[in-house]
């Protein structure tokens, strides 16, 4: 009977662990978080500039490098549901309703998680294999010796140039994607520009906005602190540095889409409570 | 703006039934002395006895297991990073590996404390790294990074940025190794200078060289008279 119950129990215990192994993950990316911003405020002996460099470097190798890759996808993306949906608006009758569909699509959706994907595939992967190296070749003992503190330094800067790489990035995704895709989709439909723009101008909402910004701040946060965490966990040898890596894509992957899947859940259901549904 | 210095300065080193090793393993149980002070201190000791766990404690890098380590009084075990970074500043720490940041140049990486803790003018930061740069013979491959020189290059670039902030205790773990043969002669001239003229006072080294040690040595703390003994075999016992 003992045998029986515990083999029954046996997946509740194990999604009990997981779910406790989440939460603590979670804890301990949190508070990574608080420390490095605590680490910069509070270490008076640490000048701005060194600060202002790895930020500026941060942006440089996350944001500006990645532009091509991110203006071929955005072309890419926005062509493609420009065709898609233009196509399917005009049997139903409704292509008046292609800026609220597009916003919907690339601003809200898809740009940020796409934005998101790429950082993670070039620069997540980056900053925990050079993080873990630093830790095996004891950069980072050599660091706190000097009376840096990693968070700080190290940490805090990538979490700073990150989001601010991630912010411009979707921006430049949605630009791109609205306006580009538009011209490279202009082939397989009529539409003018004059009269797809001033449908855009009339679906944009400062909720758009939010969204924006609340998904690509948390995103970009996300994907470094995850990431930093990881390298950090590297502890004696080299073979560790490539599965913190793959750990690091792996975990930012799940947190990334988790949070924007949550965000877009609650704003429906707030948008669904404005309509008085629930 | 001259060179900062830290209102710090380290009058009392003890150790209090403090309790350290590498993981799981306890090499040294129940460490209580007082650290001998304005002196070149020997740290000596078997293979494997502990002897840079030691020196990452004294130096503030690794907390104990157990125990306190007090500097001028204070447990040090109990600070936050911030809070131990008045001491922190008066500690130089060179260790085996050494540590150079591989993505900055070797002048890059004797300037990062300087700058970042901007405690004194560029010309002044430069002028200090040309001097150490030039003393251990690093110059002429001051814009290289570590990889691309050689190791005992590596090596004597770490053991240079040990004394860039101009601190008031050296802590040296295994100096002499992988460092050119002249160049041992050059930091003993260093610390010999340093203690002249400069802030220098208290020294610790732990090394097997006994070339580099000979007639340089002012005291010896030997870390083997408190390894825990291996516990004897279950038959034995009985």
Known sequence: ?278 | MSLYISPQVIDTLAMDNLWFGFDDNIFIKGLTCELPLNKVVHVKGGRGVGKSAFLRVLAGLEIPKKGSYYLNDIDSTQLSFEEFLEFRMLIGYGFDYGGLIHNMTIKDNLTLPLRYHNVADLWLIEERVEFLLRKFDLWQVRNERPAFIPGSMRKEACVARTFIMEPEMIILDSPTVGMHKHNLKTLKELIAEKRTEGNLKHIFIASDNEEFLEGFVEEEFDLDKYLVPASPPEEEAA
């Not at chain 1, 420390?35 to 002996?45: G, H």
């Open chain 1, 1 to 278: 009977m003992g045998v029986i119950a515990s083999k029954i129990w046996e997946p509740v215990d194990n999604i009990g662990r997981k779910v406790l192994q989440i939460i603590e993950y979670t804890k301990q990316v949190l508070l990574m978080v608080y420390l490095s911003i605590r680490a910069a405020i509070f270490d008076q002996a640490q000048g701005m500039r060194d600060i202002i460099r790895v930020v500026s470097m941060q942006i440089y190798f996350t944001g500006f490098q990645a532009m091509a890759l991110i203006t071929t996808l955005a072309l890419a993306t926005g062509s493609i549901v420009i065709m898609q949906s233009s196509a399917q608006l005009s049997i139903l009758g409704g292509s008046d309703m292609i800026g609220k569909l597009m916003l919907i699509i690339i601003v809200r959706e898809v740009g940020p998680l796409l934005t998101a994907l790429i950082v993670i595939a070039r620069s997540g992967t980056a900053v925990a294999s050079e993080l873990g190296n630093m830790r095996v070749n004891k950069e980072v003992t050599a660091l706190e010796s000097m009376g840096i503190n990693p968070l700080s330094y190290i940490v805090f800067p990538r979490l700073v140039g990150g989001i601010i790489s991630v912010l411009c990035l979707a921006f430049y995704f949605s630009v791109i994607a609205l306006i580009g895709g538009f011209f490279v989709s202009r082939l397989t439909h009529d539409m003018s520009f004059a009269y797809y723009t001033a449908s855009l101008a009339s679906a944009f909402e400062v909720n758009d906005v939010y969204m924006f910004l609340l998904k690509n701040t948390f995103s970009g946060m996300i994907i470094f602190v995850v990431c930093c965490y990881q390298g950090f966990q590297v502890e004696k040898s080299p073979h560790e540095v490539p599965q913190a890596t793959t750990k690091a894509v792996v975990n930012s992957i799940i947190y990334v889409v988790g949070f924007n899947l949550l965000v877009t859940t609650l704003f429906y259901l707030k948008n669904l409570m404005d309509l008085g549904v629930l």
